[in-house]
């Protein structure tokens, strides 16, 4: 009789011991803090695809119907203007980016390694670079695309894009989106 006690009492810690020992492990296969799902990534990654469909459109619409000499409000101007409100409205972030060295504002540069790595990829003819990144425990995708010479109007403020090779990108857009 006392020994099956002391059976079932050995037993009972070892069971306590296990559960405190495959807590953490429980913890950390927490979907919150694994890898986000490939389908989630792939709904990102299309929603991302709309977006930059629809920004660059605009962009050369802008140009084509409305700027017609260097005193016009250029639509680089005017996408830089549209993605910081929206950047801030916190669906997404985004931002226009220069790829040749020579930007028209300073601050419109690759700024983190991710998007300096990016335009180095981008030069050398990838489509997008991307990664997921996990900020305050949310993942996100984060994507670079490439901005072409889309129009020979380009050139009459950005002088150097003639420069430019057949296809190489002259800047980017940055973009950053929750993965949910
Ligand atoms: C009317 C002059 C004008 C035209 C035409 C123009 N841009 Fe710009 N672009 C600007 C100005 C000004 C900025 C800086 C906007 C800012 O930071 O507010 C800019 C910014 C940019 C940037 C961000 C990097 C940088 O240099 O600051 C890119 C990329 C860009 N333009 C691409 C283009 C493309 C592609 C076209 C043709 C479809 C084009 N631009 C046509 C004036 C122009």
Do not use: W
């Amino acid at each position: 009789m006392k020994k099956s006690i002391v059976v079932t009492l050995c037993t009972s810690f070892v069971m306590i011991g296990l559960v405190l020992v495959l807590k953490p492990q429980a913890v950390a296969q927490d979907p919150a803090q694994g890898q986000p799902t490939k389908a989630a990534v792939e709904r990102s990654r299309k929603t991302i695809a709309m977006l930059d469909n629809i920004y660059k459109n605009a962009i050369v619409l802008i140009t084509d119907k409305y700027v017609h000499d260097e005193e016009d409000f250029a639509a680089g101007s005017a996408a830089v203007l549209l993605f910081e409100n929206v950047s801030k409205s916190g669906s997404h972030n985004v931002r226009l980016i220069d790829a040749t060295g020579e930007p028209y504002d300073d601050e419109n540069v690759a700024k983190d390694d991710f998007e300096k790595e990016a335009i180095k990829k981008l030069k050398a003819g990838a489509k997008q670079h991307e990664q997921v990144v996990t900020k305050k425990g949310k993942h996100h995708l984060r994507v670079v695309t490439p901005v072409p010479v889309v129009m020979k109007k380009c050139v009459m403020c950005h002088d150097h894009y003639a420069d430019a090779k057949e296809g190489e990108p002259i800047g980017a857009i940055s973009y950053s989106l929750p993965i949910e």
